[in-house]
Structures are given as structure tokens and as C-alpha cells.
């Protein structure tokens, strides 16, 4: 099963590297994620230069994709080539967005009337395309997902592993990464954020 992190010019770090390492833990069982970007070097919101190892066209193979945020997806979403390049299937893939990356589900008509998380700079945005915003860090509808602040990816990795691996995965790798000490707390914090974002508007 493969993953592709879709990141953009002026990406925000947190959003597309602790997605990618999270589910990069589970590559022995079979998950695999890859930044996929639209050119083959990307720059960071902070000036990080980074090397993509996929083509966007990848997104179309994937079986996976999460939209991270940054400070240039009003751009992205003006661009008709970009949004031509993200040929998303929510009946075969996974589709999650980070923060601002659910303008770009709306940009591309996969949202519908299904409210969505997202941070506190993008929400006017995101409202002003007729999307609801909840005060959550996870929401999740069928194979659609969004999270809301940059440390809410962890969740959004979660909901990936936990849909394609299990729980139980899911909670080891959430073990793994969580510090020293709090290890039982930051993963059942994690897995009980999932669960409630799923289970919202049942």
C-alpha cells in the first residue's frame, strides 16, 4: 500500500514530515509513504529545501493521499494545472488534507456538505468556500479526512494506519514515537481523537 504526501511550495514542515514518518514505520507491514511534490524540489515555509520522491502524477497510482498545508495553498487552488494534476477517487483511495490542504478538497468538489478541521488562519478561507469548520482536530466521512493544527497530523497518520493496518499497528507506532513516559497516554490520545472524529455525525 502506498502513500504519497502530497507537499507544495512553502509546505509546513511539521505537516508532511511527522504524516511521512509516522506511516514510514509501518513500511515491514506494507505501507509506504512518499513526498510527492509537484516539481522535483520543494521549499519549505521556513526555507527547507526539499527533494520529492515522487511526481504528482503518483497520486493517481496511490493508494493514500494526504494534502499537507502551507503558506501558498491559496495558490495551489488558483491553479488549474496543479488541480489537474490531482485526479483523487474517493470510491479506491484514502484522501486526507492537513489544515489549509482542505481548500484544496473543496477546490477539487470531494467534500460536499461534509464539515471539516482546519487551522485557525485558514478557517476563514475554508468557510468562504461554503465549508463548515468544526472545533476539532479530526473529522472523518467515509474515506475522507481532515485535521486541524500542525501536531493534529499525527492523527491523521493515525486514521491511515489504523484504516489500512489496524489498531493495533497504530498504536505501536504511537508507542514508539511518543516521549519517554508518556507512551499509553499519547497513543490512546491519538486513537480516541480518531474514533471520535469518525464517529461525530453517526
Known amino acids: 500500500?502506498?502513500?504519497?504526501?502530497?507537499?507544495?511550495?512553502?509546505?509546513?514542515?511539521?505537516?508532511?514530515?511527522?504524516?511521512?514518518?509516522?506511516?514510514?514505520?509501518?513500511?515491514?507491514?506494507?505501507?509506504?509513504?512518499?513526498?510527492?511534490?509537484?516539481?522535483?524540489?520543494?521549499?519549505?515555509?521556513?526555507?527547507?529545501?526539499?527533494?520529492?520522491?515522487?511526481?504528482?502524477?503518483?497520486?493517481?497510482?496511490?493508494?493514500?493521499?494526504?494534502?499537507?498545508?502551507?503558506?501558498?495553498?491559496?495558490?495551489?487552488?488558483?491553479?488549474?494545472?496543479?488541480?489537474?494534476?490531482?485526479?483523487?477517487?474517493?470510491s479506491r483511495q484514502l484522501i486526507g488534507a492537513q489544515c489549509s490542504g482542505a481548500l484544496v478538497l473543496a477546490r477539487l468538489g470531494l467534500l460536499g456538505d461534509m464539515p471539516v478541521c482546519t487551522d485557525r488562519t485558514?478557517?476563514?478561507f475554508v468557510e468562504a468556500c461554503g465549508v463548515t469548520v468544526l472545533d476539532a482536530p479530526f473529522h472523518a466521512e467515509g474515506n475522507i479526512a481532515t485535521a486541524g493544527g500542525c501536531l493534529a497530523s499525527q492523527y491523521l497518520a493515525t486514521w491511515v494506519i489504523t484504516r489500512t493496518l489496524g489498531e493495533d499497528a497504530a498504536h505501536a507506532v504511537l508507542d514508539y514515537v511518543a516521549p519517554v513516559g508518556e507512551n499509553q497516554e499519547t497513543a490512546e490520545r491519538a486513537l480516541r481523537a480518531v474514533r471520535a472524529g469518525e464517529a461525530a455525525l453517526r
Open 122 to 124: 485558514s478557517r476563514p
Open 1 to 90: 500500500m502506498q502513500v504519497a504526501v502530497v507537499t507544495f511550495d512553502g509546505f509546513n514542515e511539521l505537516d508532511s514530515f511527522i504524516a511521512s514518518a509516522l506511516i514510514n514505520r509501518c513500511r515491514g507491514d506494507g505501507l509506504e509513504a512518499f513526498v510527492t511534490t509537484p516539481a522535483p524540489v520543494v521549499t519549505s515555509m521556513n526555507g527547507v529545501e526539499v527533494t520529492g520522491q515522487r511526481p504528482m502524477e503518483f497520486v493517481a497510482e496511490a493508494d493514500v493521499v494526504l494534502i499537507g498545508s502551507g503558506v501558498r495553498t491559496r495558490d495551489v487552488v488558483a491553479d488549474d494545472r496543479i488541480a489537474s494534476r490531482l485526479p483523487l477517487d474517493p
